[in-house]
């Protein structure tokens, strides 16, 4: 459903949605019409649309010329059908209570391409309520979009003597249609007259000043926009996040280096010393010029003004990790910080797990990654967590809390390869099932057949069920595919390789 209820409004009609009802009507059927008529209302307010079509046809078939029914199932069938299905129960509506339903029937028929109904709806309110300041805007707006500026100000000139002084959208769309019409001297003048009633609007000089400027970027006039750019970067009317634009989009035809944006950055950021946003752009602009180094000075000291700040955060993370002015142990103190600032992040939790896992402190690796899994609910940071929290399990020989890990992983990567050869793994050296270990062994090598801590794998889990002959050919290929220093396969190759011998 897209065209659906709104209480009130244009829509229902700006006065009452209960219109005459027929002389036939009884006195019985307008109190269930009237039940059914607020329950479809309920229904739709609560967006079970169907129960309320299906009350405003039991309206219908009770009273089919009443005005509200006809406008409200009008907007059902418009959502369901489009316009022109849509019209003949708004022109019911219409007919039935112009005053209350002829702005609904007058934009639909419009937007169905029948505009001659829509001006004779318009002529006909126009003569009932002269000065009804709605059906003014409607024929005004529809001449706007036609392009036909000149009558369409003429509507304008009418609204404004029946509100008296003209408001501030007045003003503005007085300005858009001449603007639009290419008159744009006489859209500034609009603007600057209303501004010598009104000297303390900053919202209209603003407007003023950004259509100089664009004045000043069509006529290429580089001195007239450095000077009107330079007076709204440092007006104190304009927002910080309205300076930037300003900043972003026109720096480049002014002609600013990096040097020259990077001093308006700076002024900027004096201007708005606790504001993340003026550290962010400058921070943005050491980025895009390729220096790191002042990029994460930047943001160290936005950290300080916000330590909570999680994007942040991983953004210098990263900026550390590219920096080669930064340590290895720097990168893990920042860790440490972040994870002791945001101990329910999963994705600190994890990072500070690999720290305590890198120290070969287990037990604090564990307790770090259950925490973590409390909070990790999106499903790649998830399974990146059980991954190692399941090896660390293997590791320490809880093998129980391992299987169950590795379980998690495959239900969430069903061919998660380092799992399914640790899992393997794990259930060979602890006496589990072989044959589930073999199965799962195999399909790692049948994905990555040269790589030789699969392979070994594979041939050890045989050779664990005697078959020594087929192992011997697999832990062959894992010496093939293995560096030189790989004590591990060297060792399962001398004892399989004698188990073979002997038989």
Not at 55 to 77: A, F, K, M, Q, W
């Amino acid at each position: 459903m897209l065209v659906l209820f709104a209480v009130g409004g244009t829509m229902w009609g700006k006065r009452s949605t209960k219109a005459k009802q027929p002389v036939s009507i009884t006195e019985q059927e307008q109190m269930r019409l009237d039940y059914y008529l607020y329950a479809a209302l309920d229904a739709a307010e609560r967006k079970e649309h169907a129960q309320a079509f299906f009350l405003l046809e039991l309206c219908y078939s009770i009273d089919s010329l009443n005005p509200t029914v006809s406008s409200l199932r009008g907007s059902y069938i418009q959502s369901l059908y489009g316009a022109k299905a849509a019209l003949p129960l708004l022109r019911r509506a219409y007919e039935g209570s112009p005053d209350d339903y002829w702005y609904r029937y007058a934009v639909t028929a419009y937007e169905n391409g029948q505009r001659s109904v829509t001006m004779k709806v318009i002529s006909d309110m126009e003569k009932r309520q002269p000065k009804d300041l709605d059906v003014l805007e409607l024929h005004e707006q529809i001449l706007r979009h036609e392009h036909k500026y000149k009558q369409a100000l003429a509507i304008r000139d009418k609204v404004d003597k029946l509100t008296g002084e003209p408001t501030v959208y007045s003003v503005i769309t007085r300005f858009e249609l001449l603007n639009e019409s290419g008159d744009k001297e006489k859209a500034l003048q609009v603007l600057d007259y209303y501004l010598e009633q009104n000297p303390n609007d900053a919202r209209m000089r603003a407007m003023r000043t950004d259509l100089r400027l664009q004045d000043a970027r069509m006529n290429n006039d580089r001195h007239a926009g450095d000077s009107l750019l330079n007076e709204q970067l440092h007006s104190a009317e304009v927002a910080l996040s309205s300076k930037l634009s300003k900043l972003n989009n026109n720096s480049e035809w002014l002609g600013y280096d990096a040097d020259m944006k990077k001093i308006a950055l700076l002024d900027l950021r004096d201007q708005y010393p606790y504001e993340q946003q003026a550290y962010q752009a400058l921070l943005d602009h050491e980025l895009e010029q390729g220096n790191k180094s002042a990029a994460l000075e930047i943001g160290r000291t936005m950290l300080s003004m916000n330590p909570t700040d999680n994007k942040l955060r991983e953004q210098i993370a990263d900026l550390m990790r590219d920096d080669e002015n930064v340590t290895d142990e720097q990168v893990g103190q920042f860790i440490d910080e972040s994870y002791s600032v945001l101990p329910d992040d999963p994705k600190w939790g994890y990072f500070k797990a690999m720290r305590c896992w890198q120290r070969e402190d287990y037990d604090s690796t564990l307790v770090v990654l259950e925490r973590a899994l409390q909070h990790a609910e999106e499903p790649t940071v998830r399974l990146t967590i059980l991954v190692l929290y399941g090896d660390i399990l293997g590791h320490v020989k809880n093998y129980e809390k391992a299987f169950e890990a590795y379980d998690e992983v495959l239900k969430l990567a069903p061919d998660h390869i380092s799992t399914l050869n640790n899992y393997a793994w794990t259930l060979a050296i602890s006496g589990g099932d072989l044959k589930k270990a073999e199965k799962m062994s195999q399909r790692t090598i049948q994905k990555e057949g040269n790589n030789p801590t699969y392979l070994d794998t594979y041939a050890w889990i045989l050779h664990l069920q005697g078959q020594d002959q087929l192992a011997l050919f697999y832990i062959k290929k894992a010496m093939e595919y293995a560096s030189g220093d790989d004590g591990t396969i060297a060792e399962h190759y001398e004892q399989i390789k004698n188990a073979a011998n002997k038989e």
